[in-house]
């Protein structure tokens, strides 16, 4: 049961996504996996907030993580990445608070022009912390249940959000926010048979 | 042409290692070709990274060379000791389940050529890499065991007198020994009392007698094995491979000790919690749980603690664990387990209860406890059948309450389960008595599948297997047609599975394979 | 016949088990030794490390003649077998003990009692053995024109003294690693040992610019010399040792972290038959340096391998100036990043037999080997 990263972002009226702040937890992946896989949950966010309808929720099935995206109305989206493990309703529920708490620190004018280097909202590595604690998480479902999860949409692969004629390959060869060795990362990983790449 | 970049690899890796002898992470890079002309060995903060491209040169180098030494039938150069060390590991490092590697180490062992310690710390490396490498894990059973012959062949003459009053005479005076000299840094429960403190004072004795090299190896690396075994376990899924090396460590090289089993138990439980669906770590807990069972008495007479009391507080556990993570079918396992628990340690005599008597071989001694406990728990003051009842409305308040449909139905599915009779069989198949070109999963499935059809002779080949059916155990080399004569006489129900008259309820079948290459357990029912 | 012929001891004058190491034991020394009795000139038991002191006891009587034994490795043996070489071997000329780390000074002092005709002794890594032992085996041994003595802390100044003073014949001496061998060792030798042509003094880091000093005034024959990891030298010391030692063929500096373009200079411009020359970890080294070697008149005859892995300030141009050096059969460039693999690719172009060796693949890929694959690969053997 693991989070892996909090991401808060601004979807403008125009689709153009732009990530706000975001939070890793990546201490269970390996020393030098730890930049690629921190490029990919940003760049996973992003496609996600983009292809997410306002005010609509989703988690998608990406392997053993689950992404749990919420646009809301006024184009503020959150995503949050755990694993197969971590309850869903449970990491809606961090979404909501989440955006609440970031509308509180800076109002809806300001979103479209912060620069994410200006963002200064230290809560959201605290509340990545605080809810790896099954403990924790247990408790906030107990407290907050308005949550109607039948209205989010589940999706089984990153590739079922995609539009039609879009690949996820090619996003990625795409993607500016991916380094290069990101992205030799991506290929690699996807031969599944990998011991036989190595030799 | 060989390509000439091997032996610079091969150096650059044993300059890293030189460079820094406490490198505890490495991974391969994605780096698929020399970008310039430099190092392909990455060392940062005692991680070591290697380049993708320089991993395949590596390998061959260092693989061909091991293997054209090892070839008795062609002559070969002559490598030194230290060389050989180095081009064990390089090898290892690549690919942990080369075994001829491994063996070159234990003769390099053997010959007092490479130390123990370091042979330890570069599993310990691989297992950050490979965690769930079954080569690795035997290895490193060898080199414990070894540990733990030296530590005892040397002390058993003197320790001869003094283990009268253990029931498992020198050897288990000796490893309690060694539980306590670690006392200060192992993970023990709230319950030391006074009789804890005597033991202490004659371990420490016998402990003054181990040769001191090997004791105080065992020493420092016993607890970090149970660490080892953790990190494993976290960095892969399902990893039996490290739960079933850790019970191993607690089985022979702690021997069971009830100070390490209840230290075990309380560790475990915050893994399971951040890991509810993965069965594996429930598993050991039953390990532990069943390892504590037959050890009952002892447990009351050293800790003042009955065995009735933790089941106890293993259901509270999983109850509550059920309720915070629904759905998750692990926990519904575990529970299942715990409740035979329980019921069979309230029974004195499974066998002539009602119909709905829970039959367990495997905690059966654990009803002896009934008779001595003092403290009486709530599982000790209710027959089976008031529990029974207790857990079935528990389990009906589920059923109605929960709103996630695969909750409800792993509810039902326990309902129905724990309102009839169960029997649970564990094989144990060796695995040198495995015909060696079959997978092992082949191998239970078969099992599986001959029990229910009922034909126990055809399709099996498995030479050696033990089976424990109520407090009934067949030895090797029985057949399996007698085996399957044997329990049918004792139970008419299990004449025909096939047939739908009489046929039994195949409540758990639990196939546990210690130290094999898949290890599964099956769950399966149909109607009486 | 050819058993028959096997049987004759006679046939049997060297005998080298080292191929079959891992199964020779006592034994099997035992029979051989029997059968060759007096014929046996020469036995290597390298790497034999089950052979114990009895099975030796029982060669040295019976071979009385062996002028030549190798007995590295062999890491059961006392010296009690020494013992027996020194009471029966007295032709023995060349003995090889390294490795063997149970002997002491009483072996030494044992083979200079019986062995006065030995010319070559290597005692490398018996790490008992201290000036003591050296002192007592030279005095006697007065033939000793090769000593090899590789890590042994307990040899000093003194030992090597010792050596040089009773044994001027000396041809090579090779006391790497040796930490306590230093100046005084080599002005010794350079005083008395004027025929000296080997010279390894590798890891001996106390060594300073004033032994190459020293071996400029003694030792002009000198024709190799390794010096690996000698921080403390710098070009002034190989300035007056090039000046003097026009004979140096191979020489091997590396890590002498202080030595510049200039010593490069003064090898150029003195040392023309220079075939081998080791440049690892110097990294002050630039391509001006590479220059004056490129231009020596030894370059294109001799040089035949230089290694300059590990010069992080070479470029591609320190190559160009390579282009000359017909006879370079091999070039060590590992980790000098500012080489490209253009640079490379032109250096070929002109020296097409040029082996070079750098990260990047080699021109010519080795064919991938096939069939070994599912030896290695569990999960390749299933698909």
Known sequence: MRLYSLTVAYKGSDGVVKQLKAAHELSSFGYFQRGSVREFMDFTSKILIERTAMCSRSSVKEQEYICHVYVRQDGLGGVVIGDHEYQQRVAHTLLNKVLDEFTQRYSSTQWPVLKESDVNFPQLQEYLQKYQNPKEADAMTKIQTELDETKIILHNTIEAVLQRGEKLDDLVEKSEGLSLQSKTFYKTAKKTNQCCIIL | MEDSRGPRLFADLNHAFRKDPVIDEYDFLPVTEPQNNASPLLLVEHKLGLELWSVRLLFRYAYNRLMTWRDRNQPSSFIDPQELTNLTRAVLLIQPDCYTAWNIRKELIDNGDLSIADDIRLGQLILTKFPKSSETFIHRRWIFQRLVNQCLSSSNDSTASADGHHDNGGALLCMDGIDIALGPDANVGPNVNGGEAGRRAGGAKVNAALPLESSRLLAENLHRELSVCERAADSYASNYYAWTHRAWVVQHCFNCSLRVLLGELERTQTWTMKHVSDHSGFHYRQFLLTSLSQRASRLHRQYAKSLSSLIDAEHDFICDLINSFPSHEALWYHRKFVFHMMMSSSTQQPLAEDSAAVLNGDVLHGAVLKSDGQKRSRLEHHSPNVLKQEELDSVRKTVSQTKESFQKTLAKRYQECSSTPIFKITFTVDRRCTPPDSHYDPAARDIVRVLTAGSLATGVRVYLIRIQLLDLAVQSGVAWSSCHQHYTSLHPCFSDPASGSGSPVWGSLVILSPALHQSSSMFFRSSC | ?383
């Open chain 3, 1 to 383: 016949m050819w058993n028959v012929l096997a049987l004759d001891g006679s046939n049997w004058q060297r005998v080298d088990l080292f191929e079959f190491q891992k199964d020779v034991e006592g034994p099997v020394v035992e029979n051989l030794s029997k059968r060759c009795g007096g014929f046996l000139k020469s036995l290597s038991l390298r790497g034999c490390q089950v052979i114990t002191d009895q099975a030796l006891q029982i060669f040295a009587e019976q071979c009385r003649n062996i002028e030549a034994l190798n007995l590295n490795n062999c890491k059961k043996i006392t010296d009690l077998t020494c013992e027996s070489l020194g009471r029966h071997s007295h032709r023995l000329m060349k003995l090889d003990i390294s490795s063997c780390p149970e002997l002491t000074d009483n072996s030494l002092k044992a083979i200079s009692t019986g062995c006065k005709y030995l010319e070559h002794i290597d005692i490398s890594w018996c790490v008992n053995m201290t000036d003591d032992g050296v002192d007592i085996l030279t005095k006697a041994c007065p033939r000793i024109a090769v000593f090899i003595c590789r890590g042994l802390q307990h040899i000093t100044d003194y030992g090597i003294e010792q050596l040089a003073i009773h044994c001027s014949n000396l041809k090579k001496l090779n006391v790497q690693g040796c930490q306590n061998v230093g100046d005084e060792a080599i002005a010794a030798v350079s005083n008395h040992c004027r025929g000296l042509v080997s010279l390894c003094l590798s890891n001996c880091t106390r060594v300073t610019d004033t032994a190459l000093q020293a071996l400029g005034t003694g030792c002009h024959n000198l024709r190799t010399l390794e010096v690996s990891g000698c921080t403390h030298l710098t070009d002034s010391g190989f300035q007056s040792l090039t000046r003097n030692c026009h004979e140096l063929q191979k020489m091997d500096l590396e890590e002498c972290i202080q030595i510049t373009d200039a010593t490069l200079a003064h090898l150029a411009s003195h040392c023309h038959r220079l075939s081998a020359l080791t440049l690892s970890h110097c990294e002050l080294i630039t391509d001006e340096g590479i220059r004056h070697i490129g231009s020596s008149p030894s370059s294109s005859e001799t040089l035949t391998v230089l290694e300059l892995d590990n010069c992080p300030l070479v470029t591609d141009v320190g190559l160009e100036h390579l282009v000359n050096c017909t006879s370079l059969q091999r070039i060590e460039l590992y980790d000098c990043q500012l080489i490209t693999r253009a640079g490379i690719r032109r250096l070929r172009n002109r020296l097409p037999n040029l082996r070079v060796h750098a990260y990047f693949a080699p021109v010519t890929p080795p064919p991938s080997v096939g069939g070994g694959r599912q030896r290695y690969c569990k999960c390749c053997v299933i698909l």
